[in-house]
């Protein structure tokens, strides 16, 4: 963790959410650190990227409160004065614009600073996550973890102060898996930045974590080191953690 981190709190108090009429979060209380890496694991349906969304704002709970860097996420839609940068799982990244237009494309749309400024940030950006000189490639030029990197320049565009991934290592093999999980890990401690990553891959959840929230059917099952997490004696928690996926994850047991 960064010494001086810019990184935000996020705290979760009492969240339910239902759609349809099934409760996909039944209670959720959590408390993440400014400047951590917090990950959220569990099995599919157990509500880890519906609760992502209510921290980034883009689901509001039907009950509960959300609040970052101490305050609650205004009524209308964002985080209000807290810069939040987004990775999603597929990348989205445009396929008819090169990696540069892809990684500026926000400060262009907003106009939040002239040309020349915006390309020298996304050449620190691409730098940043071991693309220099990638900038004119498209996107269908790309490997797979090199797409998941362009699409982290792109959320590091805004100085994030909260840096959320969903699936950052999805459909990828184990080695580039590993890479990106050292990317999370050098941008953590080079920034300060709090970051907040759901994932299935239990070797990224123990590689890069502060701390790990297990959930399972919409409830918070334990919080803690990734120490702690191998040694759980929940069966939920040991099953998830042994089970061997059919999968580009790798499938070795945790001890």
Known sequence: MSAHPQGVSVRLRGIRKSFRGVEVLRGIDLDIAPGEIFVMMGPSGSGKTVLLRHIIGLERPDAGEV?????????????????????????????????SENVGLYLEEHRVHPPHIIQRIVEEKLELVGLKGAGDKMPSELSGGM?????????????????????????????????????????????????????????????????????????????????????????????????????????????
Request: glycine share 8%; net charge negative.
């Open 67 to 99: 609040l970052v860097d101490g305050k609650p996420l205004p009524e209308e839609s964002g985080l209000g004065g807290v810069r939040m940068g987004m990775v999603f799982q597929s990348a989205a990244l445009l396929n008819s614009l090169s990696v």
């Open 147 to 255: 797409k998941k990197r362009v699409a982290i320049a792109r959320a590091l565009v805004s100085e994030p102060q909260l840096l959320l991934y969903d699936e950052p290592t999805s459909e990828l093999d184990p080695l580039r898996s590993v890479t990106i999980g050292r990317e999370i890990l050098a941008l953590n401690r080079r920034l300060g930045v709090t970051s907040v990553v759901v994932t299935h891959d239990r070797d990224l959840a123990c590689g890069v974590a502060n701390r790990v929230a297990f959930l399972s059917d919409g409830l918070v099952r334990f919080v803690g080191s990734p120490t702690e997490l191998r040694a759980n004696t929940d069966p939920l928690v040991r099953d998830f953690l042994t089970i061997d996926f059919d999968s580009n994850h790798s499938t070795s047991e945790i001890p």
